[in-house]
Every structure is written in structure tokens, then in C-alpha cells.
């Protein structure tokens, strides 16, 4: 691979890791806003954008796992910090499909 191609499969991870903990950082926040509400608003919620939300962190932790095996394949070596989101991404998709 060129420069040019590792430099493209590094910013594509950087960007999906970005993404990730985005959609994580929601995800935690609707769960902490939504202990106080009552039933019936958790459940709209979940009905709802809560949908969604989940729907993006599928996306974000399929991108995830696509831009490393690309980054991989590119002969790079992802950090402790980025392996450890990488692992967090393939487990939330292993525990959605199952």
C-alpha cells in the first residue's frame, strides 16, 4: 500500500472512532435521562429516537469494524486506546445479532 492509502485507512478508522464514541455518549445519556421519567415517556423514547439512536450505533460499530480490517490490511497497528473501541464495537454487533 502507498502512503496515501495508509494515510486514507487511518483517518477512515479515526473518523468511525470518532463516530462510535458519539453514538455511545448518546446512547449513555438517554439511559441516565430516562431513569427519572416515567414508563410511559421510556417507552415512546424507545419507540422513537431511542430507535434511531440504537440504529446509529449499529452503523457507527459496523464502520468501526470495516475501517480496521482496512486498517489492518494496510499492515498498521491500532493503539491500546483505539483496539480497546474497536473491541467494544465488534462486541455490541456480536450482541445485537444474537
Known sequence: MTHQDEA????RLRRALLAFQ?????LLGAHRR???LP????DAFWKGRGRRDEANMR???AEVVAAFEQFSAAGLVADAPDR????QAQRHLAE???
Open 22 to 26: 458519539t453514538a455511545q455518549t448518546h
Open 59 to 61: 452503523a457507527a460499530a
Open 96 to 98: 445485537g445479532s444474537a
Open 84 to 87: 480497546h473501541l474497536v473491541t
Open 34 to 36: 430516562l431513569k427519572v
Open 39 to 42: 414508563q410511559a415517556e421510556v
Open 8 to 11: 486514507a485507512a487511518t483517518n
